[in-house]
């Protein structure tokens, strides 16, 4: 989990350089998943204009479930 890389490291280096290397680490993956609410946090928005700008498969969390298409959940 990348969150874990940087837990207990606020304040170590500037919050920028730990979301260019989130990006960097979601060029290299297969899929992302978005979970529910999402859309509250701009990093999470990133991720998924990077995602779709590299065609990377986006698949949306809700509730319990996992769908492959944005709109069957809207």
């Not at 979301?19 to 979601?26: A, F, K, P, V």
């Not at 990093?43 to 996992?66: F, N």
């Amino acid at each position: 989990c990348p969150h874990l890389n940087t837990a207990h490291m606020d304040g170590l280096v500037p919050d920028k350089q730990f979301l260019d290397g989130d990006i960097e680490i979601l060029k290299r993956c297969d899929g992302i998943v978005m979970m529910e609410n999402w859309d509250r946090s701009e990093g999470a928005k990133r991720e998924l204009r990077v995602a779709r700008r590299r065609k990377i498969p986006v698949y949306w969390q809700r509730h319990t479930y996992i769908y492959t298409s944005e709109e069957k959940w809207w």
